[in-house]
């Protein structure tokens, strides 16, 4: 894989926010979901997604900055740059076995005993070099993960409904929310990504949850202001009230003050132990548009008490 700073478009000494939000950009223009017609955009979609895995770990970062580690996580050659000059004082060919000659015993040198003592008995021969082997032979790497980013109704993660998701190689599944999920959730689906030597990545999913125009999340619960009448407010009696598992009926007390909040158990969101939030209703009173009939019947009467007296106003 390239260089995993320009595969991103940043400088080596970006910090983690600026990583991140230079991924995020990346990824909404490169999602398979908003490219289904190209798939140069999925193979580049995978290269953002690896390059951001590598810089957002902060530990891999560093041995990549070190040189230890290429872009795609091997470790790199532990003799690069013993060749040309190492041995030969500014010399370009390098040290040779020929070289030897001259030196009392060289004929019953083994260069691989050498090296095995250079390095702990750990470097192996090998018959076409008389050096051995330089490093043991990597296991193959894993295919890259594949990040996706799905967004979930209001609705449907208080409830906990399945989603279909559209994967980079053009299946879908039908996901299964977890427990307790919010906004910034993720999900790994196992054997979801790219495809390597070593075995096949994951696929990351990213919720986020849509906002609503009744709703609104407040950890577990649910809250919504509802709007009643006057003689509502007075008279008290049921009403119909909107919830993220449909509609229900509920009882006013008579004599209910504006601002009351009503609690309905069991229609939040779901917890991670399994129950589920509450949700809270506040009364609005709502007056009505002609007030000359209201007004008719509250000639020559007068609410006598001070409302505000315990606000000190």
């Not at 140069?40 to 995978?46: G, I």
């Amino acid at each position: 894989m390239a260089d995993p700073y320009s595969t991103l478009g940043v400088a080596r000494g970006a910090n983690e926010k600026d990583i991140k939000s230079a991924y995020r950009k990346l990824a909404k223009e490169l999602h398979p979901d908003r490219n289904k017609d190209n798939p140069k955009a999925a193979e580049r979609f995978s290269e953002v997604t690896q390059a951001y895995d590598l810089l957002s770990d902060k530990d891999k970062r560093a041995q990549f900055d070190r040189g230890e580690i290429d872009a795609d996580g091997n470790p790199t050659n532990p003799f690069a740059g013993m060749g040309g000059g190492g041995y030969g004082g500014g010399s370009q060919r390098g040290f040779r076995p020929e070289d030897m000659q001259g030196f009392a015993g060289a004929e019953d040198l083994d260069i691989g005993d050498i090296f095995e003592g250079l390095f702990g008995g750990g470097a192996r021969r090998s018959r076409s070099s008389p050096f051995g082997q330089s490093r043991p032979t990597p296991p193959p790497s894993k295919g890259a993960d594949i990040g996706y980013r799905l967004r979930v109704p209001f609705v449907d993660a208080a409830t906990l409904k399945d989603q279909r998701i559209t994967l980079a190689d053009g299946k879908t599944i039908d996901l299964k929310l977890p427990k307790g999920v919010e906004d910034g959730t993720q999900m790994r689906l196992k054997g979801k990504g790219e495809h390597g030597p070593g075995g096949t990545g994951d696929g990351l999913v990213t919720i986020s949850i849509d906002k609503h125009r009744l709703f609104e999340r407040k950890g577990d619960d649910v809250r919504c202001d509802l709007p009643i009448t006057l003689d509502e407010a007075v008279e008290g009696g049921k009403v119909r009230v909107p919830t993220v598992d449909g509609a229900v009926m509920m009882t006013i007390k008579p004599g209910t003050s504006g601002g009351t909040v009503l609690r309905l158990k069991g229609k939040g969101f779901s917890k991670k132990d399994g129950g589920r939030g509450d949700q809270l209703v506040t009364l609005e009173i709502q007056l009505p548009e002609d007030l000359g009939e209201l007004a008719k019947r509250l000639e020559g009467w007068k609410d006598t008490s001070d409302p505000r007296s315990k606000l000190g106003a």
